[in-house]
């Protein structure tokens, strides 16, 4: 018999292309975790829009200053100038002003998942600025990272390997046989004021198996288990945000059972646009199996959003008027473009409301900044609408 003419890849070969992967990997970490360094948000606002952001001008701020409501702005002991106020500096203006946005407490928490099973298609890139997006207007967000890839977790500041114990940290306890009761075990505070971080590492894979076996096992149904789990947390966010992994498995089926709405993330190509048909199709069948098991659940809204859109291709606008056609209701009106300025900062873990400096003043990153505003605002009023509280204000905004 004729012999390929290549010659095979030994099992060692492949140990050794992963040794050398992995070596990259750390060498990046090693970069962006130097021993001791703590991601910290070093954004800084001035009195006018920390004012813009608060709600109220900035003559009643700086009257606050003075009759000692709010402490006196911090100045640097060098050049004796403003150096501009902190996140949490402008919470504290907010609860002083009383223009927290935060639900009340008979409005119920919102559980939103970005949902597709096709990896790629911007889901963690989405949670992550939308998330910052919520923090910024001073609500209460958790993210719960249910992907083992941990991209999220890894953007909030953790290294998945070194900083996340998988038999303790995530939400692999929890699905355990035995395991705790109540998932506040593993939310962590991020360098986010009003953020929590429930992290992911690989180790979360095994909840895969874990849920088969005790399926197959104990005869129940165990895909409400995230759900009964947020529902031991919910009680102190206003919004829990969660990440899936790109794949069709129970947690992801968890996720959607464990879901109050849906936004599904999907860019307007060929590829990626059957795979959310199909993703479609599937979540309907998927839907309807559950509910056989665990009974029926419904969604507050279910929302495509069109992602890595870029204008200056024909196939993309076609496809985008297809989606706008075929869907006319459920498709979010913004637009999260393609754009180098979320490649960029991603490639340093990091999110672009997170970005400082020069780069922060290009049109890239201020039309980058707009795309990402519009869609997380749009998504911000869709989940007020569901909490009576907010009626009143939203009528106000000519936004119900
Ligand atoms: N609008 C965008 N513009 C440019 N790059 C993007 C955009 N959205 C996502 N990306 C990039 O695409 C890759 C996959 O995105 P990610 O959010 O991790 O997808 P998923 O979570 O669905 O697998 C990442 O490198 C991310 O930085
Ligand atoms: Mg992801």
């Known amino acids: 018999m004729e012999q390929s003419a290549l010659p095979p890849v030994s099992l060692e070969e492949l140990d050794k292309l992963a040794t050398r992967a992995s070596t990259v990997i750390d060498r990046l970490r090693d970069r962006l975790y130097a021993p001791g360094a703590q991601k910290t948000l070093d954004l800084r606002f001035n009195v006018k829009r920390a004012a813009d952001m608060v709600g109220r001008s900035d003559k009643l701020i700086r009257d606050a200053e003075a009759d000692g409501r709010l402490p006196m702005p911090e100045k640097d002991p060098n050049t004796g100038r403003r150096t501009g106020y902190s996140l949490a500096d402008v919470n504290r203006m907010r609860q002083v002003f009383g223009t927290l946005p935060h639900r009340a407490d008979s409005d119920p928490a919102m559980v939103l998942a970005i949902q597709n099973f096709k990896g790629g298609v911007g889901k963690s ?34 290294n998945p390997d070194v900083d996340v114990d998988e038999e303790e940290d995530t939400l692999y306890p929890f699905f355990r046989h035995g395991g705790p009761q109540d998932l506040s075990y593993a939310l962590r505070a991020t360098y986010w004021p009003n953020i929590a971080l429930i992290p992911a590492n690989l180790g979360l894979y095994d909840a895969e198996y874990e849920f ?189």
């Open 212 to 400: 088969a076996a005790r399926m197959a096992r104990e005869q129940v149904f165990v895909l409400d288990r995230l759900r009964i789990g947020l529902e031991t947390i919910k009680d102190r966010f206003d919004v829990i945000l969660l990440d899936p992994p790109p794949a069709l498995g129970m947690l992801s089926l968890s996720v959607l059972r464990a879901a109050d709405a849906l936004v599904i993330p999907a860019p307007p190509n060929n590829i990626d646009f059957g795979s959310t048909a199909h993703f479609l199709k599937m979540l309907g069948a998927t839907l309807n199996e559950l509910a056989r098991h665990g009974g029926t659940r419904d969604y507050a809204f279910v929302k495509i959003l069109a992602t890595k859109m870029n204008d200056s291709k024909s196939a993309h606008m076609a496809i985008k008027r297809m989606m706008d056609a075929v869907f006319p209701l459920d498709m979010l009106q913004s637009v999260l473009k393609d754009s180098a300025e979320i490649d960029n900062a991603a490639a340093n873990l990091s999110t672009v409301y997170e970005l400082t400096g020069p780069a922060t003043r290009t049109e890239t990153h201020k039309r980058c900044r707009a795309y990402l505003d519009a869609v997380n605002r749009e998504i911000e009023v869709l989940i007020r609408k569901t909490w009576p509280s907010h009626h009143a204000r939203l009528r106000k905004e000519g936004l119900l």
């Open 125 to 158: 890139t989405m949670v992550c600025h939308f998330a910052q997006h919520l923090a910024l207007q001073g609500y209460r967000v958790c993210v719960v990272d249910c992907d083992s890839q941990a991209s999220t977790t890894s953007v909030f500041g953790l």
